[in-house]
């Protein structure tokens, strides 16, 4: 008899009207994630979410990985399934929990009974299991208000299932549930971050990365697909667009102040994201700016940086201490990628002293000279287009 996962979705959004929407969200993104791992049935019924083996070879254990990256599910529970008899509930119960009963104080049993024509009613399953449970472990004390431990049973149609404390889910909204944005990724720590965090949110991401072959190499772009593959377990599916972005930089190193080097660039860095917005239905514009850290993140840049464009930029690492960045970047498995030592388009041509309390207007003034929609439409043009997560 197979073991299979139980979900919960986070409580708050699935209060309102909007639940049904929700929980769609949340299938299709489970069942997509779960194609990777073997052939799983998944369904939900009073708002929890089942996932069962459909073939011998489907993995368990990697669909209980797989699930926990999905946004949206608060919690994941792996459950042990028998016969639906009393006796075979009470012996998996006291084998499958050993660990579990002998680290605790203290345990209550919940029953969920959903096939009604089990020959018990649930608390007279919890009671009959609890008893045999307090026998095989006669330390442990049946309590029914703050119990250490929680034993879950349920009996459903095809078999009955056992399980403890459930392991924490990834948390956040549905991918897909609070629309689309460009997020801007380097090969750097934070963007990675940025995207994570923003795609937590319920954000679907068009990550775009700007590239200046031969002055970044081939490597660097790897790196780039290399993270974006990292991030596709929690994002999903997603186009990465690599912009040629060599020739902007060239024009702006011949005709404006090398002070102004990097400011300008960041304008043209919003242009273009912009454009690809407007033509993939994105609605924001995501980066790992954070206050303070380099020059080109004083206020007075980012306000020259974001003048350039109507669109929300959300910055979710603003205000974060760079330690606290990098203990997102483990946790989510970038760092070690972030770190590998390739160049950045923002690295070349870096000014040696670049203005760090620019005004809008000054900024605006020295790259009039510049042909910007020209730029910007080759840019645009010349995109490169890598699918992320097509592969099943
Ligand atoms: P990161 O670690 O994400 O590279 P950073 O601290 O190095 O950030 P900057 O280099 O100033 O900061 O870049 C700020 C933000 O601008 C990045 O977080 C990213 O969102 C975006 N950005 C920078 N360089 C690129 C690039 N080559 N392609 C796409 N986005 C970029
Ligand atoms: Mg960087």
Aim: proline share 5%; aromatic share 8%; hydrophobic share 40%.
């Amino acid at each position: 008899m197979n073991d299979i996962l139980l979900l919960k979705p986070g409580e708050i959004f699935l209060k309102g009207l909007n639940k049904r929407y929700f929980e769609e969200k949340l299938m299709n993104n489970l069942r997509r994630r779960l194609k990777h791992v073997g052939r799983f049935e998944v369904s939900c019924r009073q708002s929890t979410f089942y996932v069962e083996p459909r073939s011998e070879d489907a993995d368990l254990d990697a669909a209980l990985e797989a699930a926990r990256q999905v946004f949206g599910f608060a919690t994941v529970t792996r459950a042990a399934a028998c016969e639906k008899t009393p006796e075979a509930i009470a012996k998996l119960a006291i084998s499958h929990l050993k660990a579990d009963m002998e680290s605790a104080r203290s345990f209550k049993v919940e029953t969920k009974r959903s096939d009604k024509r089990f020959p018990m009613t649930s608390i007279e399953l919890s009671q009959y299991v609890g008893g045999l449970l307090k026998e095989a472990y006669p330390d442990v004390e049946v309590e029914m208000h703050h119990p250490d431990l929680v034993v879950h049973l349920e009996v459903r149609e095809l078999a009955a299932y056992v399980h403890a404390a459930p392991l924490p889910g990834a948390g956040g909204m549905p991918v897909g549930s609070n629309g689309s944005a460009v997020t801007l990724l380097s090969g750097g720590i934070d963007s990675p971050v940025s995207s994570y965090l923003i795609a937590k949110r319920g954000v679907r991401l068009v990550p775009v990365h700007f590239f200046s072959f031969p002055y970044t190499s081939e490597l660097a772009k790897q790196k780039v697909i290399d993270l974006a593959k990292l991030l596709e377990p929690y994002t999903g599916r997603m186009t990465l667009q690599i912009v040629p972005f060599t020739h902007i930089q060239e024009e702006i190193r011949r005709q404006v102040p090398e002070e102004y080097f990097t400011l300008v660039m960041r304008r043209f860095m919003m242009r273009i994201a912009a454009d690809i917005a407007a033509h993939s239905d994105c609605k924001a514009i995501v980066t790992g700016e954070n206050l303070g850290q380099v020059a080109s993140q004083t206020m007075e840049a980012m306000a020259s940086t974001q003048s350039v464009i109507d669109l929300p930029v959300l910055q979710p690492l603003i205000g974060m201490d760079k330690t606290d960045i990098i203990r997102y970047a483990r946790e989510i498995g970038t760092f070690e990628t972030s770190i590998l030592p390739y160049e950045d388009c923002c690295t070349v041509f870096t000014p040696r002293h670049p203005k760090t309390r620019p005004t809008v207007a000054e900024v605006a003034e020295v790259e009039s000279v510049m042909d910007i929609d020209g730029l910007v439409q080759e840019a645009v043009a010349g995109i490169e287009r890598i699918k992320i997560g097509y592969e099943c």
